[in-house]
């Protein structure tokens, strides 16, 4: 009897290993972490939290979020953790971490971390629909912090923010847009078909004029002089403390010949994060707006 008690126990425990809906069940049982006291070590989860209403007490990179991301604003107690690729593990030990949100295959080993304190790696993308991921994610984040109704709340909001600017854009007309970042005075980031953006420029009737080669995060590093093939395009270029460049760039004779330029249809806009979640989606419409919004 107790032999084939043990060996159903066995089974059992096996079955629940091995069946994710099953994993799922005990992970909404499981006692949520303490919201007070848990440490994002990239700028995706960070997102995410904020989503839910939960400041991290801890993030990775602090002094490059507020130049890269900006929106959402961290408080002023939010502690600097090291960097996304290095965290300082010494640090991470002391503050105790009630649990460790991280992207997944970004950062130190997940055994390392798991000596600290318990923790989840968020998936930064499929490499085809990062904003649709990035809606799951924050679904599976808020039911693991107890938090489930918080996050369909907040795709409720989101959902009827982009419906609210839809009309904002129906006359525009079919310009394409150009999306880019200056990374030097030479080399520009551009963004393509799978980024976090395209359904949004699909949902409000925009042509991305970037139709050429995208990495795996839908973005793509390119010549300056590559931009000069866009004739009849809408440019946004998104800054990021970045001044000292864009004006180095602004004074060469290749930039003041960019079509775009001479006919005066590049806008610069403020810092956006392009590999974040609703939040950073959510920014790119304002901006949007403020760009190309209401035009006939």
Avoid at 182 to 204: C, E, I, K, T, Y
Wanted: net charge positive; charged share 20%.
């Amino acid at each position: 009897m107790n032999d084939a008690f043990a060996i159903n126990r066995r089974r059992l425990l096996a079955a629940m290993a091995l069946s994710p809906l099953l994993w799922r069940a005990g992970v909404a049982r499981a006692a949520a972490p303490d919201l007070r006291r848990i440490v994002a070590l990239e700028w995706l989860p960070v997102e995410l939290l904020l989503a839910l209403g939960v400041m991290p007490y801890g993030v990775a990179d602090v002094p490059n979020y507020r130049l890269w991301v900006n929106e959402p604003a961290l408080a002023d107690s939010v502690i600097d953790v090291g960097l996304r690729t290095e965290p300082n593990l010494e640090l991470l030990t002391e503050l105790k971490p009630s649990y460790l949100f991280w992207s997944a295959g970004y950062g130190p080993a997940e055994t390392t971390l798991a000596r600290i304190a318990p923790g989840r790696g968020v998936n930064f993308s499929d490499g085809k629909q990062p904003l649709l991921l990035a809606r799951r994610s924050l679904l599976e984040m808020g039911q693991l912090l107890g938090l489930e109704s918080r996050a369909r709340q907040h795709l409720d909001d989101f959902d009827r923010f982009v419906a609210a600017h839809r009309p904002r854009f129906a006359g525009r007309g079919s310009r394409p847009l150009l999306m880019i970042s200056l990374l030097d005075p030479r080399h520009a980031l551009v963004f393509g078909p799978n980024s976090l953006f395209q359904p949004l420029l699909d949902d409000f009737g925009i042509v991305n004029a970037w139709q050429g080669e995208t990495n795996f995060w839908g973005s793509e590093v390119v010549g300056i002089d590559r931009l000069g093939g866009f004739k009849d395009a809408d440019v946004i270029c998104f800054d990021h403390g970045n001044e000292g460049d864009m004006r180095a760039l602004s004074a060469s004779p290749l930039w003041q010949a960019m079509p775009f330029v001479r006919r005066g249809r590049l806008q610069r806009a403020p810092a956006v994060w392009f590999y974040g979640a609703t939040l950073s989606a959510m920014r790119f419409i304002r901006i949007l707006d403020r760009a190309l919004g209401g035009q006939s």
